[in-house]
Structures are given as structure tokens and as C-alpha cells.
């Protein structure tokens, strides 16, 4: 289980959070490409139209008679050779609906969260506390955890319109509930901001104080050991020095 950030929901950092079984880290490239590619053509609308020969007006009427012109035979200008005619094998209206099947949905949207997982793009928060829309709040939110100019993903445990409206006048970031989320918008993000009541998993608590002070004063009385040796160490060379410099003027004077 992979260990991702845990903030509460004043964006303030609690400690790291272990993401529940289902984040075993396995992607399945596979079963990604294809709901993402239904996911594309099932928004596709199928409008695309053009008109056949048999569906252009006019041209009833063969535009000059057959022989004697010197120009080429024509018996419609419904043609499609002629501007404005008919046209041929051109779209017609359909639909592009690509269903996809239950288990493989599932497969490709747990492949995309273990592929977040896998990159560090995941931040578990608290729930979030909105008793009224505002999105000046959101946005202060957002720029405390460094997702100001991100992709943002906002999975809530249950539908929050609150949380909705104060994001919906901010175009790179999306709500929507944990259950709801498809592949696509998963991979859509940048970041992915889940609430820890949906999500599941287990709250690590950051380790004590106390041990990182003994770890620190260690250090310091190293350092001290160190600068004590060095200093007798510079004494020693000093008195040593003068020594020497005292028998040589001796000397001299005699």
C-alpha cells in the first residue's frame, strides 16, 4: 500500500496516509486504451450529414441536349461532378455509442488510480467544510497545497453541491463522487484531491518530535568534539612555535 499525502481541511499537513488494498500498483495499459477510446466516441454527437444525387433539388431537366454542343453529355446537374450536386459515400448521421464491458471499466479506472498512485499525483484531505458555495475559498485552498495552476480532480463520499459550485467557475478543476469517476477524467487531472471518508485507507501518524531533538543534539556535541580537538590541536602548534623562536633569539644574544 503506497503511502500519499494526508492534509486537513484547512490544507495544513497532518502526516502521510496508506492507501487502501485496491492501490496495489499494477497498471493495465490495455484495459486504459480502450475506455478511454469509448469514452471519447460515445461523446461524439453523429450530426455529420451531406446530400445524395437523389436528395439535391433541381436537375430534373437534362441541361442541353445530347449531341451537336461540342461540349460533354450531361443528363442532371444533380452529378457529383457538378458544383453543387450530390455527394458520394459522404457522412450520413449515425452513432459512434462503444460499449465497453463491466469488468474492463473497472480494470482501466483502478489501472488509472494506481498509475496516479504511482506518480505521487494523489493528496487525501479531510472533509471538506463548505457550509455555503465560495469560490474564493476554494481557490485559497488550492494555492495552499500548490494545485493553483493544476489539473484538480475533487472525488467527495457523497455529492457535495457546495463544493461543486464553488468550483465550478474554475475551469481546470472538476467534482465529482469517488464512485463516479471514469478512467478518463482520472487520467484528465493532474492531481487528484480525495476526500480520506471515500477513499478508505489508514492515517499514518508522523513520527515524534522528541527522537528528531536526540538526533539533532547528537550532531551538535559531534561538532563540538570536533572544534575542541581543533582548537587544542592550534594551541599546541602555537606554544610549540614560540618555543622555537625563543631559543633562536637566545642564541643570537649570546
Request: glycine content about 8%; hydrophobic content about 35%.
Amino acid at each position: 500500500m503506497p503511502d500519499v499525502h494526508h492534509y486537513t481541511a484547512a490544507a495544513e499537513r497532518k502526516g502521510s496516509y496508506a492507501l487502501p488494498a485496491d492501490f496495489d500498483g499494477r497498471v493495465n495499459q490495455a484495459a486504459i486504451h480502450q475506455a478511454v477510446r469509448a469514452f471519447r466516441n460515445n461523446q461524439r454527437q453523429g450530426t455529420a450529414s451531406t446530400k445524395t444525387r437523389s436528395e439535391v433539388s433541381g436537375g430534373s431537366r437534362k441541361p442541353w441536349r445530347q449531341k451537336g454542343t461540342g461540349r460533354a453529355r450531361q443528363g442532371t446537374t444533380r452529378s457529383p461532378l457538378w458544383v453543387g450536386g450530390g455527394v458520394v459515400f459522404g457522412p450520413r448521421p449515425r452513432s459512434y455509442r462503444t460499449e465497453v464491458p463491466r469488468k474492463v471499466r473497472q480494470l482501466a479506472r483502478r489501472s488509472a488510480l494506481n498509475a496516479r498512485a504511482n506518480e505521487g499525483a494523489i493528496h487525501v484531505i479531510e472533509a471538506l467544510q463548505f457550509e455555503a458555495p465560495k469560490t474564493r475559498r476554494m481557490v485559497g485552498l488550492l494555492d495552499k497545497l500548490g494545485l493553483t495552476d493544476k489539473r484538480v480532480l475533487i472525488l467527495t463520499k457523497e455529492p457535495r453541491p457546495e463544493v461543486y459550485l464553488s468550483c465550478r467557475n474554475l475551469p481546470k478543476v472538476r467534482v465529482m463522487r469517488y464512485s463516479d469517476a471514469p478512467a478518463y477524467d482520472v487520467l484528465w487531472c493532474d492531481f487528484l484531491l480525495v476526500e480520506e471518508d471515500a477513499i478508505g485507507g489508514i492515517a499514518v501518524a508522523p513520527a515524534p518530535r522528541a527522537k528528531r531533538v536526540h538526533k539533532a543534539s547528537a550532531v551538535s556535541k559531534k561538532t563540538t568534539k570536533k572544534k575542541a580537538v581543533k582548537k587544542t590541536s592550534a594551541t599546541a602548534s602555537t606554544t610549540a612555535a614560540g618555543k622555537t623562536t625563543g631559543k633562536r633569539k637566545s642564541g643570537r644574544d649570546a
